[in-house]
């Protein structure tokens, strides 16, 4: 906090999602205290671009989950900790070449008051640099994180962030997939979007989640609603046969051919725990 500069604006340190962005107005958070009491699965999240938080978590179910506090979203503004008159946050990188470095004492900084009150281990919070370098993120990830109290995510910006930050916070690289996005916002609106729909009472069926593409292992059967017949093209009729042991069987066998044509890999994994189970 040291460095912050002199004339740093009067305005709260971090926003609470929606219910709490208008919670923020209260006295306490303007005077920068302690977050409020926790309990709900928490998300902080430090950036450049606060205002593109909640984005679109802030729609539809997850929306409404924030909004009825059964998660929370807090942003820390990496801006906030800049240097000088302009609040420098990057610098060039050492050794040359294109591009800027966000600083390591900056984001060291922004980091420091993101993750004031939150468990040390990094068993009990995961804190993660969002990145193209990473492990790639996956369900079981999402589940992995939904099951603990919450996660702290960094989004780099530019070519990164310098080294020495994200090992001195023994920080877990992650990767939305294998191209490279301008920042890491995007990427941890989709980590946390996978994330919070896992969480109890966020959907408003839990059997949606047992069946879906990822959680059993296969990628999901086709889905088909009203009308019975559109554009000359039938619903399979099994669906609507009401017998449910048949479309159950059905929908087993399109997941397993759709699993095996498009995800080998995938499928590979499938046939091998079938054979560690007999
Ligand atoms: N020079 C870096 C890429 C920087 S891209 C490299 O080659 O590895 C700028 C920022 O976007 C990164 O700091 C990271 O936070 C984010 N980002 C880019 N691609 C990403 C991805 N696939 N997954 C997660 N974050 C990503």
């Not at 998660?71 to 503004?77: A, P």
């Not at 993101?114 to 040390?120: D, E, R």
């Amino acid at each position: 906090m040291s460095d912050l500069p002199a004339d740093a604006p009067p305005r709260p340190s971090r926003s609470h999602g929606r219910v709490s962005i208008r919670a923020s107005l209260q006295p306490r958070d303007l005077m920068g205290g302690p977050p409020p009491v926790r309990g709900a699965w928490e998300a902080r999240v430090v950036t450049l671009f606060p205002e593109a938080f909640p984005g679109t978590l802030g729609q539809s179910l997850t929306g409404k989950a924030l909004d009825t506090g059964l998660w929370r979203l807090e942003t820390t503004d990496l801006r906030r900790f800049g240097l000088g008159r302009h609040r420098n946050v990057d610098d060039t990188p050492a050794g040359g070449g294109a591009g800027m470095v966000l600083r390591a004492d900056v984001v060291d900084a922004a980091l420091t008051e993101a993750m004031t009150g939150l468990p040390a281990a990094r068993a009990a919070w995961p804190v993660v640099y969002l990145s193209p370098r990473g492990r790639r993120f996956d369900q079981s990830m999402a589940r992995a994180w939904a099951a603990g109290p919450g996660v702290t995510l960094l989004c780099g910006r530019f070519e990164g962030v310098d080294q020495r930050v994200l090992d001195h916070w023994q920080m877990e690289e992650v990767s939305l997939g294998d191209f490279v996005l301008t920042g890491g916002e995007i990427a941890a609106q989709a980590m946390l979007d996978a994330t919070v729909r896992l969480l109890p009472g966020v959907l408003g069926n839990a059997e949606s989640i047992a069946e879906e593409s990822h959680s059993s292992g296969l990628l999901e059967h086709p889905q088909y609603t009203r009308p019975p017949v559109w554009q000359g093209r039938e619903i399979p009729p099994v669906l609507l046969s009401g017998n449910h042991a048949e479309i159950a069987k059905w929908r087993r066998a399109q997941a397993e051919q759709l699993t095996q044509a498009r995800r080998p890999d995938l499928w590979a994994a499938h046939l091998a725990r079938i054979k560690a189970k007999t």
